[in-house]
C-alpha cells in the first residue's frame, strides 16, 4: 500500500534543484454530461494533511474539508475546465488536455511553476518539464491534493445540475452512466450539457 502525503517525486525534484512543482489530475473523463474539470496545484513543502490520498478514497465529507483546506494552504493553485461542446468538438482525450493546460496556465499566472507531476501516462507539449506517473493520486502528495480540488469542483457542478433537474438524479450518479441514469435519459430525453458524441447520448439522438 502507497503510504500517505507521500513526498517522494517532490523531494527528488527539489534535490534537483526545482522549486515550484505542481500535482495535476483530473475528472470526468467518463460522465455523458458536464464538463471535464482538471486541478494543478503546488504545496509548500511542509505541508501535511493526514489522510490525503486519491479523492475516490476519500468520503465526500473528508473531501469537502480536504478542499478547503488545500485551497487555503496551497502556495498556489488553479482549475480548468474543457465544456461539452469542446469534448465533442475535440474528443474528451484532447479536451482533458486543454482543461489541464487551463489549470496549469492559472498556476503560471501567479507563480513561477517549473515542473508539474500529473496524473496518468498521457503526454503534452507544455512549455515546462512533466512527469506523468500512473495511479500518481497514490503516489504524490501534489497529485493527490489537485485530484481533490478537481473532484469538488465537479460534484458541485453536478449538484448545480441535480437543482435545476432533479428527475436526472445527478447528485447520485454525478453524470457517469449508470442503469438509473439511462433509464432517465430515455424517459426525460436530452438536456443541455449533454456530450452528444457519447454512445448512450448518440444514439438517443439519432432516434
Known amino acids: 500500500m502507497e503510504k500517505l502525503n507521500n ?12 522549486k515550484y512543482i505542481g500535482g495535476m489530475d483530473e475528472v470526468g473523463r467518463g460522465p455523458l454530461v458536464g464538463n471535464v474539470v ?12 493526514d489522510g490525503l490520498t486519491d479523492s475516490k478514497k476519500l468520503s465526500e465529507k473528508k473531501r469537502n474539508i480536504f478542499y478547503d483546506y488545500i485551497k487555503e494552504n496551497s ?27 487551463r489549470a496549469l496556465d492559472e498556476v503560471k499566472s501567479k507563480i513561477p511553476i517549473d515542473y508539474v507531476l500529473i496524473d496518468g501516462n498521457m ?9 506523468s506517473i500512473v495511479k500518481g493520486d497514490l503516489k504524490s502528495i501534489s ?17 448545480e445540475l441535480d ?13 457517469y452512466p449508470t442503469k438509473k441514469h439511462l433509464e432517465n435519459l430515455e424517459k426525460y430525453g436530452l438536456i443541455e450539457g449533454y456530450r452528444k458524441t457519447y454512445g ?8
Not at 513526498?7 to 526545482?18: D, R, V
Not at 482538471?38 to 494533511?49: E, I, N
Open 163 to 175: 437543482q435545476k433537474y432533479p428527475m436526472y438524479g445527478f447528485k447520485d450518479h454525478k453524470g
Open 75 to 101: 502556495i498556489a493553485y488553479g482549475i480548468g475546465k474543457c465544456s461539452p461542446e469542446e469534448i465533442d468538438k475535440y474528443n474528451i482525450l484532447e479536451a482533458t488536455k486543454i482543461a489541464m493546460k
Open 143 to 159: 497529485i493527490a491534493a489537485a485530484s481533490v480540488l478537481a473532484k469538488v469542483t465537479r460534484d458541485r457542478e453536478m449538484y
Open 38 to 49: 482538471a486541478a494543478c496545484c503546488v504545496l509548500p513543502s511542509d505541508f501535511k494533511l
Open 123 to 131: 503526454s503534452f507539449d507544455f512549455d515546462i518539464n512533466y512527469k
Open 200 to 207: 448512450p447520448v448518440d444514439k438517443i439522438l439519432k432516434k
Open 7 to 18: 513526498w517522494q517525486y517532490e523531494n527528488e525534484l527539489y534535490n534537483e534543484g526545482y
